[in-house]
């Protein structure tokens, strides 16, 4: 395994995401192939592991606190959870929304400490950025959890680089997790340079573009209701044979130059793009993990790179980024009258 360092801890470079332990949104999930799936992680190097509130309403904690109490060593792990979303005002995504009144994350945070069966997190990311409430706000009552001694660090996921300076002029900053793979790009721009100069760590979400890149998807393939994919404009036609298509080219890329599969290849691209700290990896059972070695511990030159780039160009005419993931606003109203 690779390592880096967050706020002077030791992490893995490959992170596991559990979006999909939780259960919602990527299919059931048995209690037994969670916790086997976490405790595989760390059998692969993997320490840190990175959860949501969101993730299953509360579930994907709850896993991760009883794969720790199995495992019987905290400091094994390196947890990262989150907080500042709502997903109490409907079903699917139309129903959260973005929350990070001070009174809400507090009692997040007192939430994930309990499900999560510990007396301390090591990362405490804002899930996404309020838009009705200062950032500087939330900055300082986040602050409060570090002198609390409940936090180790603090992080943003979603944040832009203005939002991010305002974040740290208050705390410091020490991560932002945003949406990057092969395929959505929109960070290389702004927030992954400004990263890299302010020495901010970047843990990427979504690095196989929500299984896109695990070369296992095929023409023609419908995602039930209640899989995220069935409203991911990625996996609708016209432009899932556009993706497709680029997987298929990249595949054969990988092979004949490196002797790597598509995913390797996907996964060792985030990993060698400047200013990548950590990329996570969902899995859903532990086999899903299998392909991990075969990611670290080689390199992709700037030939590859612009190789990479030629094929996803020449096939992916029209594409389309992760904004559907963004959570609704609520009205200057609902944020007066809603509970806390």
Request: include cysteine.
């Amino acid at each position: 395994m690779e390592f880096t360092a967050i706020s002077g801890k030791q992490v893995s470079r490959i992170g596991l995401g559990t979006w999909a332990i939780g259960g919602l949104e990527w299919g059931a999930v048995p209690d037994a192939d969670a916790t086997a799936t976490i405790l595989s992680a760390l059998d692969r190097g993997i320490n840190l592991i990175d959860t949501a509130p969101i993730y299953g309403h509360g579930r994907a904690e709850e896993l991760l606190g009883k794969a720790m109490r199995q495992y019987g060593q905290r400091d094994a792990f390196y947890v990262a959870t989150k907080g500042g979303l709502d997903w109490n005002a409907g079903p699917g995504r139309a129903g959260v929304f973005a929350d990070s009144r001070p009174a809400t994350l507090r009692r997040e945070l007192e939430d994930s400490l309990r499900r999560l069966d510990t007396d301390f997190i090591d990362l405490y990311q804002v899930h996404w950025p309020d838009t009705l409430v200062p950032v500087a706000e939330t900055a300082r009552e986040l602050a409060e959890f570090v002198r609390e001694g409940k936090v180790g660090a603090l992080g943003v996921s979603n944040y832009h680089a203005a939002q991010m300076e305002e974040f740290r002029s208050v705390t410091p900053c020490a991560s932002n997790q945003p949406p990057y793979n092969l395929f959505e790009r929109e960070i290389d721009a702004e927030i992954l340079p400004w990263c890299e100069q302010n020495g901010v760590a970047v843990l990427t979400y979504s690095s196989l573009c929500r299984s896109m890149l695990g070369g296992r998807l095929t023409r023609g393939m419908t995602f039930p209701e209640g899989d995220i994919r069935a409203v991911d404009p990625k996996f609708q036609e016209p432009r899932f044979s556009q993706y497709l298509a680029a997987v298929e080219k990249l595949s054969a890329f990988a092979q004949t130059n490196y002797g790597k599969t598509v995913l390797e290849l996907s996964a060792r691209w985030v990993l060698d793009r400047p200013g990548v700290s950590v990329a996570l990896w969902g899995a859903k059972r532990p086999s899903q993990l299998d392909a991990v070695p075969g990611v670290v511990g080689w390199k992709l030159d700037a030939a590859a790179m612009d190789e990479i780039d030629r094929i996803v160009a020449e096939n992916v005419t029209d594409p389309v980024g992760p904004e559907y993931l963004t959570p609704a606003v609520r009205s200057q109203e609902e944020l007066l009258t809603s509970p806390t």
